[in-house]
């Protein structure tokens, strides 16, 4: 009884839900009716019927119409009243007030039917003649016949774009979102009249007109137009304050952006991080081999080789190279072989005493150490004296055959002397930037999971059963009452790693199950969860017995998006390079995990906003990145100060890739000619009217003829000063309004109406540029870090034995480390050398400090020490200055004692066994004490 009842319920509610369904489609195909634009491809012609010229006509009939008869039935009064006999018009008269009234009496009309009709007839012919000839006068000529280009009306805007608030309402939760769907690209901005319940109870509402389909942007902008006050602010805005929240790179030349807005963002939710290469002690920690690093650890090798190309790719790949192409090519190969090198030695337990990989030594630190180091050392063997073997060289030689690292390295082992001292010239000139010690420390850790960005929510582990490996499995997702949320498939690696992005709310208590069939059985694993969002860690424990043999098992979990700001000097272009790889690994990263997913898409949107785009240095793939990025929920919103600066970075080939692959490019200023007159092109011509006037001799127009000619929509002369806040929008692939209808995609003209505010007259509550930058910027974790304590002892890499002849009697071969010899002879050279250094630098010190207390010392002390320079120790020397600076204090007309210089010199260790020349030293000394304070 109780389940019919139930049943009975809920088919109930699924009765009204549909119900309700029924009713909102037919009120939203109501209103789809009501927003169907115009066809604007009627154009009006003489054959097509006009509506305006039949009405035309028949009102002109009908007017002569009614005259007509009004005029007949007056002219028949005026008969009836001449028809008698005593009639005389000059003492009866005419009553003409009579006879137009009988005339207005249509129903009395003496005519027939017939003649009424033949009347009504002529009248409307009659009117037909005159609205042709009115309408020849009137008719306007231009039709689009030669164009009909236009701006979008703020109608259209209504109809294609959502409107949201142009700025979150004051003291509304920060957190809760202004708007529905996601936020995206301002298209224009308009203001509405509102009430409200103060005095004078209307006021202003400020709305925005955004784009939030997955489209990519192109700014253009000269200096100081305008960019990040009209649009790039509150992009950054209307991003971050809609429900559906998507992560920010953003490229922050100034580091305006972040001040601005950093302390908005975490308050809107967001987690925010700043790449500070103007000061690395600041802000995050990237090392650009973590990715290489995670993929070897995974087991898959083909992707390490692919980032390690991509990176080294960007530091040797140079356009302009020319005939020396073959060196950068070189200097790419022989980092390629280091990289390897290092990872494979750091990630062998067998290399180092606790028996553990250490892959924290994996750092372009050590990479430039190492062609430092073993780069720049030669040795020979004596049985052939007469060759040179280069230390770092010979150490890839004797790689393992099929070691990576040594098929990387090989084209760098066969050049010459000379080539490879230019190779590796070239290799130490690029990674000079990672051995500046504030550099060295922020590529030394890394602070960000780069999936994280556009990927929260992951988890990983490996598989231990072979039989698994290549396989399909299951992971189940459940909540806390065990009901299945959701159950995601996936292949597992050749090397039994899995790695898994899920779309799923979780919470603590809830549970995932990794299910998988092994022969003709289904086993399965099942963890619970404890998730903390404030370290998006999260605590797994094992429920029940284990089926499946599994190990390291890891999940990221978080809601929150991401903010990332790249602050580039632009005083100091040295440090360009690392942005520019972290942007190439940011998109690699993202489209690998988009592989992985159902759809090919992020799952969360990721907005990369560049600034200044066309001076960072060039992107990798750029063109190629513009064609796919968008499919991939990866948008992008491009900065320039003109289409010359975007083809002088990129050619002019890519460059026009990258351009027309920008769905809305946005002028608000430049001062290219070649720009401007491109926007002007592309709004495209109007069709216009001329006319041209012939006149007689005295001046009268004779003559009339008019014609039609085509001009620009908008010129280029008028681009060339757009006021603060105009700015024009070109948007070709804008073909379907929210309605669901075709619509043609006319450009945008911010002006009047539509004109865009500047950040500063209404954000400043959320976005204030001024903030103090010492305020949000903190030193971070990675500035004290020990690069000593990271440093990796090479001589342990210097293993291999060679065969040496010795040439004496019994001609004995044995086999020696001459690599290992040279190597600590270098060591110890250096060592020497730094010795020397150091005694040149004391001394200096020593100089320094006799200068300046010069003029508190005796002269005769300074002599002294000048004429006796090596026969006493720095230290006696030192300790005698000491001394003699108490000399001030002694009172004046009292004499000094030397007693305490004498005890000076005869402690020297120098003179321990030199009583001889101590006795000397020690009378000369006081003999110039005695004569100096007697004369004085």
């Known amino acids: 009884m109780r389940t019919k009842k139930r049943r009975s319920r809920i088919n109930l509610k699924n009765a009204r839900n549909k119900e309700k369904n029924l009713v909102k489609k037919g009120l939203y195909q109501v209103e789809r009716q009501l927003h169907r634009p115009k066809n604007e491809n009627k154009q009006s012609s003489n054959i097509n019927f006009n509506y305006t010229k039949l009405i035309t006509t028949l009102v002109i009939g009908i007017f002569i119409f009614l005259v007509i008869m009004w005029l007949l039935g007056a002219f028949h009064n005026v008969m009836l009243q001449t028809k008698s006999k005593n009639y005389n018009l000059f003492t009866n008269g005419l009553d003409l007030d009579k006879a137009g009234l009988a005339g207005l009496n249509f129903f009395k009309t003496q005519l027939k039917p017939m003649e009424i009709l033949e009347v009504f007839a002529a009248s409307v012919i009659i009117g037909g003649l005159l609205s042709q000839k009115f309408h020849f006068e009137s008719q306007k000529v231009a039709h689009g016949q030669k164009g009909n280009a236009r701006f979008t009306t703020v109608r259209e805007l209504e109809d294609t774009y959502v409107k949201v608030p142009d700025h979150s309402q004051p003291g509304l939760d920060p957190k809760k979102p202004s708007f529905k769907g996601f936020g995206g690209f301002p298209i224009a901005h308009i203001n509405r009249l509102g009430l409200t319940k103060r005095f004078p109870f209307i006021t202003k509402h400020g709305y925005y007109f955004i784009d939030t389909s997955t489209v990519h942007n192109l700014i253009v902008g000269t200096s100081r137009s305008g960019k990040g006050e009209t649009t790039i602010l509150e992009q950054i805005d209307l991003v971050s304050r809609a429900e559906k929240q998507s992560s920010l790179v953003v490229n922050d030349p100034k580091g305006e952006l972040y001040v601005a807005s950093v302390n908005t963002l975490r308050k809107r939710g967001y987690d925010v991080y700043e790449l500070n290469l103007d000061d690395p002690n600041k802000g995050i920690a990237f090392n650009p081999l973590q990715l290489i690093i995670r993929s070897w650890e995974q087991g898959d090798v083909e992707g390490a080789m692919q980032l390690v190309n991509s990176i080294t790719y960007s530091l040797y790949f140079d356009k302009q190279a020319g005939q020396n192409k073959w060196v950068n090519d070189g200097a790419q190969s022989a980092v390629n072989g280091m990289i390897i090198a290092l990872i494979e030695y750091c990630m062998n337990p067998k290399n180092f005493r606790d028996k553990k990989a250490h892959p924290e030594y994996i750092t372009f630190v050590n990479i430039a150490d190492l062609v430092n180091q073993l780069g720049q050392i030669d040795y020979t063997n004596p049985s052939d004296p007469y060759t040179q073997h280069n230390v770092l060289s010979e150490y890839f030689k004797h790689l393992e055959q099929g070691s990576i690292a040594k098929k990387e390295f090989g084209s760098t082992n066969f050049s010459g002397d000379k080539a490879r001292g230019s190779i590796f010239s070239t290799v130490v000139q690029k990674l000079d930037i990672f051995t500046l010690p504030k550099n060295s420390r922020m590529t030394s850790m890394n602070t960000l999971e780069m999936k994280s960005i556009g990927f929260p929510k992951y988890l990983e582990f490996q ?134 997913v159902q759809g090919g898409n992020t799952i969360r949107r990721v907005q990369c906003i560049f600034d200044e785009f066309g001076s960072m240095i060039p992107l990798q793939n750029m063109d190629q990145i513009m064609t796919v990025s968008a499919g991939r929920n990866i948008l ?157 002892d090479w001589s342990k890499w210097l293993t291999w034995t060679e065969q040496v002849t010795k040439q004496d009697e019994n001609a004995v071969v044995e086999e020696e480390n001459l690599a290992l010899q040279a190597y600590n002879q270098y060591r110890q050279s250096d060592a020497n050398v730094q010795a020397a250094a150091k005694d040149a630098k004391e001394e200096q010190e020593m100089k320094k400090s006799l200068k300046e207390e010069e003029n508190q010392i005796p002269p005769f002390i300074t002599n002294w020490l000048t004429e006796h320079d090596g026969d006493i120790s720095d230290g006696t020397k030192q300790a005698i200055l000491n001394e003699a600076t108490k000399l001030k204090d002694v009172p004046e007309g009292q004499k000094p004692s030397s007693i305490a210089f004498v005890n000076i010199i005869y402690k020297d260790k120098k003179l321990e066994d030199k009583n001889k020349e101590k006795n000397e030293l020690t009378q000369e000394f006081s003999q110039s004490f005695n004569e100096y304070y007697q004369d004085k």
């Not at 231990?464 to 597992?492: A, C, M, P, S, W």
């Not at 978080?558 to 520019?580: R, W």
């Not at 085509?710 to 309605?739: D, F, Q, S």
């Open 463 to 596: 598989l231990l059963d072979q039989r698994l490996y290549g396989e399909l499995i299951k992971i189940n997702f459940r909540d806390n009452h065990n009901k299945k949320l959701k159950t995601n498939e996936i292949r597992v690696s050749q090397k039994g790693f899995v790695e898994n992005n899920f779309d799923v709310n979780l919470k603590t208590g809830s549970f995932v199950e990794i299910e998988a069939i092994v022969g003709h059985k289904r086993l399965k694993n099942t963890f619970k969860l404890k998730i903390n969002p404030k370290v998006k860690k999260v605590e797994v424990s094992q429920v029940g017995k284990p089926e499946i043999k599994m190990e390291n098992f890891k999940m990221h979990y978080s809601d929150k998006p991401i903010a990332v700001f790249m602050k580039i000097p632009d005083s100091d272009a040295s440090n360009n390079l690392l942005a520019t790889i972290f942007v190439n690994q940011l998109y690699t990263e993202l489209s690998r995990q988009c592989r992985l």
């Open 636 to 792: 992008f919103t491009l900065v320039i100060q003109s289409y010359a600066q975007l083809y002088s970075k990129y050619g002019k080939e890519d460059g026009q890739v990258i351009k027309e692959n920008c769905q809305n490019k946005c002028l608000i200023m430049s001062t290219d000619s070649a720009t401007n007159k491109e926007f002007s092109e592309a709004c495209g011509n109007k069709t216009i009217e001329t006319s041209n006037i012939s006149k007689d001799q005295n001046g009268l127009a004779k003559n009339v003829s008019v014609s039609v000619d085509k001009v620009p929509l908008i010129l280029p002369e008028r681009l060339e000063h757009l006021a603060g806040g105009e700015r024009l929008v070109l948007r070709p692939l804008t073909r379907m309004n929210k309605w669901g209808w075709a619509v043609v995609s006319h450009p945008i003209f911010n002006t009047g109406k539509t004109l865009m505010p500047f950040a500063h007259t209404f954000l400043t509550d959320d976005f204030n540029p001024k903030t103090n930058p010492d305020l949000v910027e903190k030193i971070d974790a990675h500035a004290n870090i020990n690069l000593k304590a990271l440093e990796i």
